[in-house]
């Protein structure tokens, strides 16, 4: 299946036609440090990210664990974490259409959805199915659906280096996506899982705090 996949991905990349003409830019240009500003801009953003998916890879890892254990079957646990990836998939899809065409403030889009999240980890701490169900679609559907919009607002904060912004701001959100299911595994072995989904909803929480502090 893994193989398929990275086959499937080459022959995507091999089919995307060159952008013709790219304009080089001017001498000089590009080259000099973004402002202080702007930099602490992307650091909070960094940071944000990188508490976020650390809250947020941790679905993946657990949903399932989290679903036995409260009284779900390992065939309809596996049945909870493929709902959780269609509603991560559908408000993936309609956010994206949302910032094309109402060009909303996505830092704020971005926070509300992070906040919705934390509430899904909070559900899913509770321990009944019901709201476990619950949890995972606004875990799954807010807590891991803004990654997107966060790099779309990345761009418009710094346009004229999209790619170095970029990379630093996904730089912590792939420190926080590795981190996370660590972290949350080790919290659920010292104290059980509850916990850890609280702990999840915490570092969501305060990744939406920081974003309230970003300037545009």
């Not at 664990?65 to 065939?75: D, E, K, L, R, Y």
Request: hydrophobic content about 60%.
């Amino acid at each position: 299946m893994f193989v398929f996949a990275a086959v499937l991905g080459v022959l995507a990349a091999l089919t995307v036609p060159a952008v013709p003409g790219a304009a080089r830019a001017p001498a000089g240009q590009g080259t000099s440090r973004a402002p202080v500003g702007r930099f602490g801009a992307l650091l909070l953003i960094a940071i944000s990210g990188g508490l976020g998916s650390a809250a947020a890879n941790a679905l993946g890892a657990f949903v399932t664990t989290t679903a036995v254990h409260v009284g779900f079957s390992p065939a309809a646990a596996g049945l909870v974490l493929a709902l959780g990836s269609v509603a991560g998939l559908t408000i993936r899809l309609l956010a994206g259409v949302a910032a094309d065409r109402w060009n909303p403030d996505l830092l704020r889009v971005v926070t509300a959805m992070l906040l919705v999240g934390s509430v899904g980890y909070g559900l899913m701490a509770l321990g009944t199915p019901p709201l476990l169900l619950a949890g995972v679609a606004f875990g799954f559907g807010a807590g891991w659906a803004w990654p997107g919009l966060l790099n779309f607002a990345v761009a418009r904060i710094a346009p004229d280096r999209v790619a170095r912004a970029t990379s630093f701001s996904q730089s912590g959100v792939y420190f926080g996506g590795s981190a996370g299911p660590l972290l949350f595994g080790f919290i659920a072995e010292q104290a059980g899982l509850t916990a850890a989904w609280l702990a999840a909803g915490s570092a969501a929480i305060v990744a939406a705090v920081l974003l309230l502090f970003v300037k545009r």
